[in-house]
């Protein structure tokens, strides 16, 4: 009987250990995805913003009606 209740004891303690460990691992995770979501938003912020400099400078510039810097001639000719 004491057998018995040595090893429930000791699976028990091993129940505990793994349980410890993977509530670390979990809040370990947890944390790396808090990291990673705020990282993808401020991406997302500034592709919108690259996207807004992007069309006002083809709206400023009309870029279907300029030559290509190839075609210009260098302005020492």
Known sequence: ???DVDTLKEQMMELQS???FQ???LSTLD???ALQQQEILLLRR???WLRAQQKE???NHDAGTQSAPQDERPPHY
């Open 1 to 3: 009987m004491s057998a």
């Open 18 to 20: 793994q349980l410890a």
């Open 23 to 25: 509530e670390d691992s």
């Open 31 to 33: 944390a790396a995805l």
């Open 46 to 48: 500034q592709v919108e």
């Open 57 to 59: 400078y083809e709206t």
